[in-house]
């Protein structure tokens, strides 16, 4: 079992920028493929943004490259998305996952945190 808290979440001007940490627990964080999703009112859940279990392959939607990144830190247990630039349509709220063997499909990840509500004012 792995355990997704994620934090960093709030309210931002078009523009501005907010950093959101997801903290780990339980089983081998470096084991894990990590991803950011999003999900807007009325909208499917969509990928943002993913890296591999070393941080040396990362990929991103279209959306949101040249905008977001994503580190980790496997000695803290920690994958942080970086959001610069950000936009009124970024607006969701934001979900960390794991997957043994994930990419940007939802249903290729194993464990999900609660979410945390970004919301970019215009």
């Known amino acids: 079992q792995v355990q997704l808290v994620e934090s960093g979440g709030g309210l931002v001007q078009a523009g501005g920028s907010l950093r959101l940490s997801c903290a780990a627990s339980?089983?081998?964080?470096?084991?894990?493929?990590m991803g950011w999703f999003r999900q807007a009112p009325g909208k499917q859940r969509e990928f943002v943004i993913g890296?591999?279990?070393?941080?040396?392959?990362?990929n991103y939607a279209d959306s949101v490259q040249g905008r977001f990144t994503i580190s980790r830190d496997n000695a803290k247990n920690t994958v942080y998305l970086q959001m610069n630039s950000l936009k009124p349509e970024d607006t969701a709220v934001y979900y960390c996952?794991?997957?043994?063997?994930?990419?940007?499909?939802?249903?290729?990840?194993?464990?999900w945190g609660q979410g945390t509500q970004v919301t970019v004012s215009s």
């Open positions: 996952a794991a997957a043994l063997w994930g990419n940007s499909r939802p249903d290729e990840y194993d464990y």
């Open positions: 339980g089983r081998a964080f470096s084991t894990y493929a």
């Open positions: 890296i591999n279990r070393s941080g040396r392959s990362t």
